[in-house]
């Protein structure tokens, strides 16, 4: 067992988060491309096996048990394709749409979307704000999410225009995070935030999940 394949299992099984042979070794196989690829193009700074698995991997995982029932997820920003094409792998029935300006970064997300085969994805090189005129993308997704992208208050502008009625944008943000929820975000939004930590260097981490009110609320 590889020490990517290891950490999965022993830092999401007290999270409650079944993970299958098949995609451990999705999970290793992408988790090898990175190091790969990433010593071409900037995609990440943090290049070891194991905390690729803790502070890609597993984050992303632990941020998707606050989106259960979803079908149709955009990530904006995804450069390395944190949390999307985890998530993707974890749940193969979601129809996700990855986005990000940094072509050479695309073209990883697109690589790893053909090594494992995956359906029911799409990666695009794109602006975001170039998308929110695009009918194929707005008004779609039930789920919009970021991760290290934009200050909450530009993620609400950014995200919104794609959210279907019902939707919630999800911010993976780290200890900080509520702090970036203002009052005109308040009067705009429901706001849970689920707080957890990485299971093994305890750093802590929060989901700030934001549902547009409606005009009965």
């Known amino acids: 067992m590889t020490a990517i394949q290891h950490m999965m299992i022993q830092g999401l099984k007290p999270m409650g988060i079944a993970v299958s042979p098949a995609q451990l070794s999705a999970m290793e196989i992408y988790g090898s491309e990175l190091i790969a690829w990433n010593k071409k193009i900037n995609l990440t700074a943090i290049t070891h096996p194991r905390q690729i698995a803790e502070k890609h991997f597993i984050d992303s995982l ?49 690589q790893i979307i053909r090594r494992l085969d995956l359906k029911n994805i799409e990666a695009v090189h794109s602006r975001i704000e170039d998308l929110q005129a695009d009918p194929a993308y707005t008004g779609r997704f039930d789920a919009v999410t970021s991760r290290a992208f934009a200050g909450l208050e530009k993620f609400t502008v ?60």
């Open 158 to 217: 950014l995200g919104h225009p794609f959210l279907c009625p019902g939707g919630t944008l999800y911010a993976l943000k780290g200890r900080q995070g509520e702090t970036e929820i203002s009052q005109p975000i308040k009067n705009r939004y429901h706001i849970s935030i689920d707080r957890y930590r990485l299971p093994f260097e305890q750093s802590h981490r929060q989901v700030i999940q934001l549902t547009p009110r409606t005009k009965t609320d």
């Open 62 to 110: 632990a941020a998707a048990r606050t989106m259960s029932g979803t079908s149709m997820l955009m990530d904006i920003g995804s450069g390395g394709g944190f949390p999307g094409l985890v998530l993707k792998i974890m749940n193969p029935e979601m129809t996700i749409v990855l986005v990000d300006s940094v072509r050479k970064k695309i073209n990883f997300l697109k």
